[in-house]
Every structure is written in structure tokens, then in C-alpha cells.
């Protein structure tokens, strides 16, 4: 088993970094995410977002309720750097759509709910089928939005490309 | 049969090695050797826990058919606990202290127990949880429905005691390794550093009010500690 009491043997600081980097697609590119195969999954940050403390002297920050993402202290928090540690996300793709806060250094979701139950179910064992891909389905989005962070993430030039737009976007 | 839950907390695992599939006779057997074994009646405290299955909560049966989960399979494993209840024990321990006049001491205190434990524990229940969880068998990724350390840790212990198997976590390194992103990509992952972003006064000015280039040399790298 690996390690993971404070997340540094398992890059728990890249989740935080993904995370914030959804939120900066979000607010740059519209919250649309192209997927391999053609699909398209949309990402919206919701009621609660919590940052990470950047050393064991700083203060964690938590934000809940209406609008955080649009609010003076997330923005201060951005500026000094902070990473985002938990947000709640809405995920949506297709006519399904998935609630989940997502705590980045682990990449576990919690409090999900996952879409409506299809409307052609009509048995038990058919809700059973039908929850179980969406849970797939979930898992296997957050792994493809990972991905996509992380082949931005590890090119060479990234720092004086997205990384450079994604720092604009801190201090704006 | 309820069908499989719709909302809560998941933990990724994944596994290496060779699992049996679950429709071969092996799977269920594998179960079945660690499977649920009641302590409704046990005189002392103790923790069981064990394989059952979503239609038999008992851990007497295997059949592959309580097992389907559509896509995955649907396990599950029950923990169950009897612990001498404190407040009982409290309740005693004063009523002994009043009528002596004194405080019982450590020796009194354990002998009370003891003498309790022998009394209430063969009448007590133990508390039970069930917890679930849908194993992709060709992707070797397992979902588990329980976010908890004791949980996750009474999980992996069992599911290695099954299947010889030990379950990694997911977490962004073991995930990264996982995304097939070619060799090179996972030799820079393992060498990646964390962003720094700039910090207040450091931090790059909206591009009205400087360089483009500048705001690149504030988003430096520092050696992760």
C-alpha cells in the first residue's frame, strides 16, 4: 500500500493542482471538456470550495454556500497562490448529470449523486445495471479530465505556455 | 434485492496480478474462505468481518447470480462488533462506588468489568455494517463504498486475505501511471515538481499592467520537500 498520510509520495499536490486547473478551463474556456471518442463532458464548480494550506502555518480556507467561486475571498486566496484542495463539482454529459465534491490529494469522490435512475428500468437488478455504469462513468471521467490536465501538465513548454496563462488567471 | 446505492463517498482501488474471474467457480470459493462469521453470541468483545453477498447478509451462500452488478461485480462484506456498552459499565461502576463510599481502585475497576462482561456481552448485540463495492474485473479497478480508515483498512486486509492480492489506493501519482501516457510522460510525472504560484505582492499584474514574459518567470517550480 502506498503512503498517504500527507499526500507527498503520491503527488498529492498535482490533484490540487488539477483541481485548480479546472477551475481556471471553467472560467476560461466555458466549462466544456472534449474527451476521447467525441464525447463532451461539462464542469461547473459549485456551493463549496476549500483551499489548501500552503504550509502548516497558513490557514485552510473553506467556502460554502451560494456563489464561492465568484466571491472576494476566493479570488484573494487565488492570488496568493493557494491551491484548491475540495470542490463541490457538477458534471454533466450528455442528459446525465453527477454532483460530487472532490478532494484533490486523493482523488476520492465523496457525496456523489449520481443521475437519475433511466426510465426504462423496471426491475431492481435494471437500477442495479444502470447505477453501476453511471459510478463507472464517474470514475472514468474524473481519470479522463486528469488526463487531459496532465498532458498539458507535463510538456516541456508548460510553464511558459498554459502555465503562464494559468498564472494570469490567479492574479486577475 | 435493493438495488445498488445511488449517492455517498467512493474509494478507487486497482490491483495487479491475475484476480479470477468472478464467474469461475474460484471467485466464490475465494469468498467463501472469508466469508461472515457471526458473533451474535460471542461472551467477549470481538470484531468479525467477512464476505456476504447483497441477497444473503448471512455469508452462507456464493451463487454468481447475487453477485451481478451490470457491468461490475457487486460485493460486499459485513463488520460486525460486540463491545461491552460504557454506559452499563458506568451505571455500575457508580452504584459500587456509592454503596462502598469510595472510589473502586484499578484492580476493583477490571474486576467489575470482567464480572460485567461475563454477565451482559452473551446479551448483546453487535452492531453490523455492510459495505459495498463493484469490481471491474478487466479494467482491475475496484470501487469501494466506504470512505472510512477503518473501513478501507478492514477491506484491503480481507480482500488480500481472498485473493493474494494487495489493492493500491488511487491517488494523482498512481492514476497518472495508470493514463498510458507514454513512457516519457510517466518518467517527467514521477519527476514533477509542484507549481509555486506567485504570493501577493509577487503575483503577475493583469497584461494591461505588465509583460506577458514576466508573469512566466513569477510561475516558478520549487523542489517538492
Known amino acids: 500500500m502506498s503512503t ?41 464548480l459549485d456551493d463549496f ?55 484533490a490529494p486523493t482523488l476520492t469522490c465523496t457525496g456523489v449523486r449520481l443521475p437519475e435512475d433511466a426510465e426504462e428500468c423496471e426491475s431492481e437488478a435494471d437500477r442495479t445495471a444502470d447505477r453501476t455504469a453511471n459510478w463507472y462513468a464517474l470514475h472514468e471521467i474524473v481519470q479522463l479530465l486528469y488526463a487531459s490536465f496532465l498532458r498539458e501538465r507535463l510538456r516541456p513548454d508548460y510553464l511558459q505556455t498554459v502555465g503562464e496563462q494559468h498564472a494570469r488567471w490567479m492574479a486577475s | 434485492m435493493a ?15 491475475d484476480l479470477p474471474a468472478p464467474a469461475d467457480a474460484a471467485f466464490a470459493q475465494a469468498l467463501a474462505g472469508r466469508r461472515f462469521r457471526t458473533i451474535e ?7 468479525s468481518v467477512g464476505w456476504v453477498t447483497p441477497a444473503d447478509p448471512t455469508g452462507d451462500s456464493f451463487d454468481a447470480e447475487d453477485l451481478e452488478g451490470g457491468a461490475g461485480t457487486w460485493l460486499r462484506f459485513r463488520i460486525d462488533k460486540k463491545v461491552l456498552p460504557k454506559k452499563w459499565l458506568q451505571i455500575h461502576r457508580d452504584a459500587a462506588e456509592k ?9 476493583e475497576r477490571r474486576e467489575l468489568k470482567d464480572d460485567l462482561s461475563d454477565k451482559l456481552l452473551p446479551r448483546v448485540l ?63 510525472l514521477e519527476r514533477l515538481v509542484p507549481v ?15 509583460a506577458a514574459g514576466e ?10 520537500a
Open chain 2, 41 to 47: 453470541h460471542a461472551t467477549s468483545e470481538e470484531v
Open chain 1, 49 to 103: 470550495l476549500s483551499f489548501a494550506a500552503p504550509s502548516d502555518d497558513d490557514t485552510e480556507q473553506t467556502l460554502r454556500r451560494g456563489l464561492p467561486t465568484r466571491t472576494a475571498e476566493a479570488r484573494t486566496a487565488l492570488r496568493q497562490g493557494h491551491r484548491l484542495r475540495k470542490a463541490r463539482l457538477l458534471i454533466a454529459e450528455g442528459s446525465r448529470q453527477w454532483t460530487t465534491t472532490l478532494d
Open chain 2, 215 to 224: 508573469a512566466a518567470a513569477a510561475a516558478t517550480e520549487e523542489v517538492d
Open chain 1, 4 to 44: 498517504q498520510a500527507d499526500g507527498s509520495e503520491t503527488h498529492g499536490w498535482l490533484g490540487e493542482e488539477f483541481l485548480t486547473w479546472l477551475w481556471f478551463r471553467w472560467e476560461t474556456d466555458g466549462g466544456e471538456f472534449p474527451l476521447p471518442g467525441g464525447r463532451v463532458v461539462g464542469i461547473a
Open chain 2, 196 to 210: 509555486r504560484w506567485p504570493r501577493g505582492d509577487d503575483a503577475p499584474q493583469p497584461p494591461r499592467r505588465r
Open chain 2, 99 to 107: 454503596s462502598r463510599g469510595k472510589k473502586l481502585s484499578a484492580r
Open chain 2, 126 to 188: 453487535p452492531t453490523i455494517q455492510l459495505v459495498d463495492a463493484l469490481l471491474f474485473h478487466d479494467r482491475r479497478t475496484l470501487l469501494l463504498f466506504a470512505t472510512s480508515k477503518g473501513a478501507r483498512e478492514a477491506f484491503a486486509k480481507l480482500f488480500f486475505e481472498s485473493f493474494a492480492l494487495p489493492l493500491d489506493r488511487a491517488n494523482p501519482l498512481r492514476c497518472g501511471l495508470r493514463a498510458a501516457l507514454g513512457r516519457e510522460a510517466d518518467a517527467a
Open chain 2, 3 to 17: 438495488a445498488i446505492r445511488k449517492s455517498g463517498g467512493v474509494v478507487v482501488y486497482y490491483w495487479d496480478g
